[in-house]
């Protein structure tokens, strides 16, 4: 097994949920923790209330006994269709990962693409990630029970 956190992931879903409701949801980094297993809740930062271009909200992250907290900010909206944000460096936080979840309508529901790129993690600080969180070795089926749990919520289906 490789100490190495892959720098992009992407995944996808088709959900049983219409695009418009699991947009509702999406657009509200508030409510994050209904459908997210590791950004366990998020709050918008002073001057920031909706998704727009350079709002910022604070994510607070949760995996086994690790707990940390990331200031993202919006870089794109495309409403009902794409939403991208970005984690700023601060702190001991050097990286940015660059998180883009795309909406398409199907004909049974929604398929939700998502992708993340990281870039500027130090090699020490990915190997102590790595050996940390685990699970951060290969995000593809945590984040695609993301996306699961989001087109659940979006449709009023108890998670």
């Known amino acids: 097994m490789s100490l190495r956190i892959p720098p992009s992931v992407g995944v996808e879903v088709?959900?049983?949920?219409?695009l418009e409701a699991v947009w509702s949801v999406l657009a509200d980094p508030t409510r994050?923790?209904?459908?997210?297993a590791e950004?366990?809740?998020?709050?918008?930062?002073p001057g920031s209330t909706?998704?727009?271009?350079?709002?910022?909200?604070?994510g607070e992250n949760r995996v086994g006994r690790s707990r940390w907290a990331r200031v993202c900010e919006v870089t794109e909206?495309?409403?009902?269709?794409?939403?991208?944000?970005?984690t700023l460096p601060g702190g001991p936080y050097r990286d940015r990962t660059h998180w883009r979840v795309v909406l398409e309508p199907t004909a049974t529901g929604t398929r939700i693409a998502q992708?993340?790129?990281l870039t500027g993690m130090p090699v020490a600080m990915e190997l102590l990630a790595a050996l940390?969180?685990?699970?951060h070795r290969d995000r593809s089926a945590g984040?695609?029970?993301?996306?699961?749990r989001l087109g659940r919520v979006a449709a009023g289906v108890p998670v």
Do not use: K, Q, T
Not at 32 to 36: A, L
Not at 39 to 45: D, K, P
Not at 77 to 86: E, H, S, T
Not at 132 to 135: C, F, H, N, T
């Open 115 to 117: 992708r993340y790129d």
């Open 39 to 45: 950004c366990v809740r998020a709050a918008w930062l």
């Open 14 to 18: 088709e959900v049983a949920a219409a």
């Open 132 to 135: 940390l969180l685990p699970a």
């Open 32 to 36: 994050i923790g209904e459908w997210s």
């Open 50 to 58: 909706h998704v727009a271009p350079g709002a910022r909200f604070r």
């Open 143 to 148: 984040l695609r029970a993301d996306l699961e």
């Open 77 to 86: 909206v495309d409403p009902g269709r794409v939403l991208a944000w970005r």
